[in-house]
């Protein structure tokens, strides 16, 4: 069985709509640029052709992600719990006294302006589990770090 995807509400509505645009306007789109250069004669040594069929070759490969990540999710609110969990907003503050913010989900919950802690990622992982007052260490590509878990509330998007 292919392993689930957490998303919020608001992540799965944005993963739909950008499927619907993609289905619609933009294969359509690429469909006119493929005729277009087809049109402009030779397809051995045709820029534009080359060009276009990338564009579909790559957009045809999102709709499969986005379709196979909206098959496997699992779209649900977080309950406060007390400890974090996937679908969390955790404040932390680092060993130089600055407090920072993050959102413990898979990437395609990114929401702008919200620090993003993927949960397979060295500090989601740290994360998760934690509740407020732990004191939490990760190792990465810069070297370890500890963090201290200040508050844990649901994502609200």
């Known amino acids: 069985m292919p392993e689930q995807t957490f998303l919020t509400p608001e992540a799965k509505a944005k993963l739909e709509a950008e499927l619907e645009e993609l289905t619609t306007t933009g294969r359509a789109e690429i469909e006119a640029r493929i005729q277009e250069a087809r049109e402009m004669g030779d397809l051995r040594e045709n820029a534009d052709y080359d060009a276009a069929k990338n564009d579909q070759g790559l957009m045809e490969a ?28 955790v404040t932390v503050v680092d060993d ?62």
Do not use: C, W
């Open 96 to 157: 130089d006294g600055d407090e920072m913010e993050y959102f413990v989900a898979p990437p395609e919950n990114k929401q702008p302006g919200v620090l993003l802690a993927s949960p397979s990622g060295p500090l989601g992982t740290a994360l998760l589990g934690s509740r407020v007052g732990d004191e939490v260490s990760y190792d990465a590509p810069a070297g370890m770090f500890t963090v201290k878990i200040q508050k844990i509330a649901p994502f609200r998007g």
């Open 62 to 89: 999102r709709i499969r992600q986005i379709t196979h990540i909206l098959n496997n999710a699992e779209v649900r609110e977080v309950e406060d719990t007390g400890e974090v969990v996937i679908g969390s907003l």
